[in-house]
């Protein structure tokens, strides 16, 4: 069936479905553009038109499937800004696409109404598999569907330059990396998720650009706007005079061009504070109402990353806020690697790694929400105690806190499994919405790093960076520049990260405490409530904790206790949240040390109220009531 679109694409060249098509690319400070057709006998020029506003635009016999780029002032040829296909990357030819042409498989999906329920999962498509495209990529998709996750989200498929990138260098927004497949195996993967009942977002990344193939500046310098800062490279430009407003529309029409010609389920944008917009709607709130309206009856989620956590991106557009569904908050995983590896070295400076620290995270979703910052010497975040948990994304591995360590290690090579089998259920059954990183269901050993696939010059350059960045760590800089230490970032390092899927099979083990846990989350009738209102917690020692779930007199109530310290025996027992009413006692649902989830096993639990808490370990129970009473 042909896509029902509830958006048009303006931008770039539109097959009009009798051999002709449309042109249109701004391009102010140029005198003259024209369409450069790579034909078999050569190149062939074909003019478009000044128009209102900078714009070029004409209509010329051009039949789908062609390669073209556009001619500026009679001179060099460069690729659409807008183009749907780079097949030979971000310096060769653009493809004539036409969308309409795709038949999709599962027309009637709707998307996913909310956040509450889902379980996300976030891919690399170049390294998820070995052979590291759409298809083999989609094959993999039952997988991920008998795990219990709901909602998948790939990492950036903008079109890089090189023959892999992790990601966030994309300079073609509109062209699915040719690396990965052809434009239509995405639209079959997209089509595979819905087949089997899993959403799908997509990464998108509109506060820079790659530092190779980006031609933008090439059509208008007023794509970028120098008067913010950016780390990653120049920032772009939402509110800097009148070429804002066409740079504004280019990325938004990039938003609900991925919504309505591929059919994601939404989008995550990648680090919103970075968005820097002074005029009256930002450019956030406005690409979200945009991204929504593209979708037509379809549902979608738009889930933003937000360093400083910011509530106003949550917030509906009614009450001053941007409207976004998500918001992925660090505060969680920063406690939790601090727990798990016992440092606090430089943007982990601020936190403890307490069982306060967790404790707090889980009823209130962040730790910082206004409090002073030595890390940034300054107060960070935002109100986040009113916001329903669901719409707070957490995670103890995303791609940049793996790829921003020396090693990129996964969480139980670091912390040892014991203790990442604790705060694997940890995550798992708290009422924010969890996430999991490629692998991490069957404890990987691949590490994820930071690769691409420069130049040699700029290679060289980008090498440097790196370390300069991960030298804010002092341990890092201690084994970049004393002990002599390299961290690749090429091929080396691209290898390194793909998954080894024989080790789904040889960690059974984990994969089980995973499914274990995502079934509890979803089908425990206490448990899956997921609400604020029915969950009360206490801190038991500096890394123990308990969370109790509130239910109804024929449910009962769980009992979730995490002690990542030494065993606790809690002789005496003041803690009110650990008592029941007469009649009833605790017994056991879960351990994470029992020995099917490759532990320890568990030990009874002693009787009469008493409670012991083995160290690196974390209990789920249930109120039952006593065979004696």
């Known amino acids: 069936m042909r896509s029902t679109t509830h958006f048009q694409l303006t931008l770039g060249a539109q097959p009009l479905g009798d051999g002709r098509a449309h042109f249109r690319v701004w391009a102010p400070r140029r005198k003259s553009v024209d369409v450069c057709l790579h034909e078999p006998g050569g190149l062939r020029y074909l003019p478009l038109e000044k128009t209102a506003g900078g714009y070029f635009e004409g209509t010329h016999a051009v039949p789908v499937g062609s390669l073209y780029k556009y001619r500026l002032d009679r001179g060099d040829t460069f690729p659409d800004p807008c183009s749907r296909f780079q097949p030979e990357g971000p310096h060769g030819p653009s493809r004539l696409v036409d969308p309409s042409r795709y038949r999709w498989a599962a027309p009637e999906w709707r998307g996913l109404s909310s956040m509450k329920g889902q379980v996300l999962y976030e891919l690399h498509v170049g390294t998820f598999t070995p052979e590291g495209t759409y298809a083999a990529a989609a094959a993999k998709l039952p997988l991920l569907k008998e795990l219990g996750i709901t909602l998948v989200e790939l990492m950036p498929l903008h079109t890089f330059p090189g023959r892999y990138n992790w990601g966030y260098d994309g300079v073609t927004l509109f062209a699915p990396c040719a690396v990965y497949g052809e434009p239509d195996t995405l639209r079959r993967m997209v089509d595979e998720a819905h087949r089997l009942g899993l959403g799908i977002i997509l990464d998108v990344v509109y506060n820079h650009l790659g530092p190779d193939g980006n031609y933008l500046s090439q059509y208008s310098q007023g794509y970028f706007n120098p008067k913010y800062p950016n780390e990653w490279g120049e920032p772009t430009n939402f509110d800097d005079g009148e070429a804002a407003g066409p740079s504004r529309d280019f990325f938004i029409q990039n938003a609900c061009y991925w919504i309505a010609e591929y059919h994601f389920d939404g989008l995550r ?168 990183f490629m692998g991490q269901e069957f404890f990987s050993s691949t590490p994820f790093l930071y690769f691409v696939d420069h130049k040699p010059e700029l290679q060289k350059l ?130 994470s040390e029992h020995v099917r989830y490759g532990g320890m096993g568990a030990p009874a639990l002693p009787g009469e109220g008493r409670l012991r808490i083995p160290g690196q370990t974390a209990l789920v129970l249930t109120s039952t009531e006593e065979k004696n009473a």
């Open 269 to 436: 944008l990648d680090a919103t504070q970075s968005l820097y917009d002074a005029s009256p709607t930002h450019i956030v709130k406005e690409l979200v109402q945009k991204a929504r309206a593209a979708a037509g009856p379809r549902n979608v989620l738009l889930i933003a990353e937000s360093e400083p956590q910011d509530v106003r991106v949550i917030t509906s557009p009614d009450q001053g806020g941007y409207g976004a569904d998500g918001l992925w908050v660090d505060d969680f995983h920063h406690s939790a690697r601090v727990a798990a590896v016992g440092r606090s070295e430089a943007y982990l400076m601020d936190y403890c790694g307490t069982a306060q620290e967790l404790l707090s995270c889980a009823l209130r979703n962040s730790l910082y929400q206004g409090q002073y910052y030595r890390w940034q010497k300054k107060r960070r975040g935002s109100p986040l105690l009113r916001t329903a948990p669901a719409r707070i994304v957490f995670y103890l591995q995303n791609h940049d806190q793996l790829a921003n360590t020396l090693r990129g290690q996964r969480l139980h090579v670091v912390a040892g499994y014991a203790r990442a089998r604790a705060l694997t259920t940890f995550l798992l059954l708290l009422p924010q919405t969890p996430m999991l």
């Open 462 to 591: 980008v090498h440097h960076g790196r370390d300069e960045f991960l030298s804010q760590f002092p341990s890092a800089r201690q084994a970049l520049k004393v002990e002599g230490h390299t961290v690749p970032i090429g091929d080396e390092a691209f290898q390194a990260s793909k998954l080894d899927w024989t080790e789904r099979d040889r960690n059974k083990e984990a994969l089980a405490l995973h499914q274990d846990l995502l079934r509890l989350r979803r089908e425990d009738p206490v448990i899956s409530a997921q609400e604020p209102s029915r969950l009360a917690g206490a801190v038991l020692s500096r890394y123990a904790l308990v969370l109790r779930y509130f239910g109804s007199e024929q449910e009962g109530d769980r009992l979730l206790l995490l002690n990542l310290g030494t065993g606790l025996d809690l002789e005496p027992c003041p803690e009110p949240l650990l008592a029941l009413e007469a009649g009833k006692s605790w017994r056991l649902l879960l351990s």
